[in-house]
């Protein structure tokens, strides 16, 4: 079974940047498209990002041209390069699957003051 520990939050000026890391375990993790959700104060978890097996990138249209996505097969490592953050991206942030998701873990905070 996948699992995957998130890290790499905390709290930071607007402007400023973060870099979040999920490293997973499991043999599928470096085979399979990975997403990071964003879950704002009382709103759904969205889909912010997400990296093929090959390494295909989408983002959500908010985080387009601030936010990268990358991975590192050889360390099971999907990384989120953010810059230029908002307020609006705080929240706590999460990987997974696009489907079939592993269970959530506690993921990690991210808090962007104005």
């Known amino acids: 079974q996948v699992q995957a520990v998130e890290s790499g939050g905390g709290l930071v000026q607007a402007g400023g940047s973060l870099r979040l890391s999920c490293e997973g375990s499991g043999s599928i993790f470096s085979i399979a498209a990975i997403g990071w959700y964003r879950q704002a104060p009382g709103k759904e978890r969205v889909l912010v990002a997400h990296?093929?097996?090959?390494?295909?990138?989408k983002y959500e249209d908010s985080v387009k041209g601030r936010f990268t996505i990358s991975r590192d097969n050889s360390k099971n490592t999907v990384y989120l390069e953010m810059n230029k953050l908002k307020p609006e991206d705080t929240g706590v942030y999460y990987c997974?699957?696009?489907?079939?998701?592993?269970?959530w873990g506690p993921g990690t905070q991210v808090t962007v003051s104005s």
């Open positions: 997974n699957f696009l489907m079939n998701y592993w269970p």
């Open positions: 990296i093929g097996s090959r390494g295909t990138t």
